[in-house]
């Protein structure tokens, strides 16, 4: 089998998936950074929609960073997905579900004044209140398992510490389940291991360079 080749740009939320998926499995795996604001040619020769993430398996390409989740899980096994046909499908509806979550993290990273940015906080608190719902095992979403909701949800708990500990923006404060769950899947090694170099830098000098509100005296 081919080892697959993951390229994404270095702070994209969704390639952290694909990558701490890689790492619980196992997987070899080769990953290429680039500048999404500025994509090489051979990037955009490959990628129907010009965004990251691709995965490339030999001469064939995956696009949408779920369905490279869920190609993943299938070719190397054992599946992070439940077998219960029934559970599995609400795992997905929660995956897709968290994925909403990101461009909340997005909006408050660029917000330019705390008008935005308070909108931004009050929406991204409305969708917490069903993720705390929804959250009723422990000490994972599905009880014992680790599973590919854990998964999708890390990237998101990373970039809400980052909010907390840098900005004192805690969008997590009101939700104990979600805070437990949050230190939990952050001290996953696979999870750990999916955070880029300088990532906190990087995410900084982003918001530099936009003028966010947050980063302004």
Aim: hydrophobic share 40%; with cysteine.
């Amino acid at each position: 089998m081919s080892k697959p080749r993951l390229i994404s740009f270095n702070v994209c939320p969704f390639v952290q998936r694909s990558v701490i998926l890689m790492q619980e499995k196992g997987v070899e795996y080769d990953i290429e950074f680039i500048d999404v604001y500025n994509p090489p040619e051979w990037f955009l020769e490959i990628s129907p929609t010009g965004k990251v993430p691709v995965l490339q398996v030999g001469d064939e390409v995956l696009f949408e960073s779920a369905v490279i989740s869920e190609y993943l899980d299938e070719v190397y096994p054992p599946s992070l997905h439940p077998a219960d046909p029934l559970t599995k499908a609400k795992n997905r509806a929660w995956i897709e579900y968290s994925s909403g979550l990101y461009s909340g993290t997005f909006q408050l990273l660029m917000a330019k004044t705390k008008e935005d940015a308070d909108k931004v906080i009050a929406e991204m608190i409305k969708n917490l209140e069903g993720f705390q719902k929804a959250k009723q095992a422990e000490p994972w979403f599905n009880g014992e398992a680790f599973s590919l909701v854990d998964i999708a949800s890390a990237p998101f708990f990373i970039r809400a510490e980052f909010f907390k500990t840098h900005f004192q923006v805690d969008v997590l404060k009101d939700f104990p389940v979600l805070q437990q769950w949050s230190a939990l899947v952050r001290e996953r090694q696979s999870v750990k291991d999916s955070i880029v170099d300088g990532f906190e830098e990087l995410l900084k000098k982003r918001m530099v360079a936009n003028e966010s509100y947050l980063t302004q005296d």
